[in-house]
Nanobody, 124 residues
Framework: QVHLVESGGGLVQAGGSLRLSCAASGRAFSELGMGWFRQAPGKEREFVATVSFGGGSTYYLASLKGRFTMSRDNANNTVYLHMTSLNPDDAAIYYC?????????????????WGQGTQVTVSS
């Protein structure tokens, strides 16, 4: 069993930045594929970013590349999502997810564990 706890969400003005964190516990963190997803009201949960086991490779939703950066710290069992140039379209609940089978998947169904989510609100 893996327990994920996100933090770092909040209210930010358009153009601002936030860094989300996700702390994991329960099993060997370096063996988990990790991803960030988001869900806005009335929309499906969508892929944001994922990082390989060792952190050497990252993949992003194409429209976010260049503004969002995902990283992982295996020594501290934590992944991060640094978000810059935020706009109102980025407002959503952001979820951290862990996969036991997939190193860096973009698909919701490939993830086994989910955090409770952290709210990101962007004012225009």
């Amino acid at each position: 069993q893996v327990h994920l706890v996100e933090s770092g969400g909040g209210l930010v003005q358009a153009g601002g930045s936030l860094r989300l964190s996700c702390a994991a516990s329960g099993r060997a963190f370096s063996e988990l594929g990790m991803g960030w997803f988001r869900q806005a009201p009335g929309k499906e949960r969508e892929f944001v970013a994922t990082v390989s086991f060792g952190g050497g490779s990252t993949y992003y939703l194409a429209s976010l590349k260049g503004r969002f950066t995902m990283s992982r710290d295996n020594a501290n069992n934590t992944v991060y999502l640094h978000m810059t140039s935020l706009n109102p379209d980025d407002a959503a609940i952001y979820y951290c997810a862990a996969s036991e089978a997939y190193a860096a998947s973009t698909r919701v169904q490939d993830y086994d564990y989910w955090g409770q989510g952290t709210q990101v609100t962007v004012s225009s």
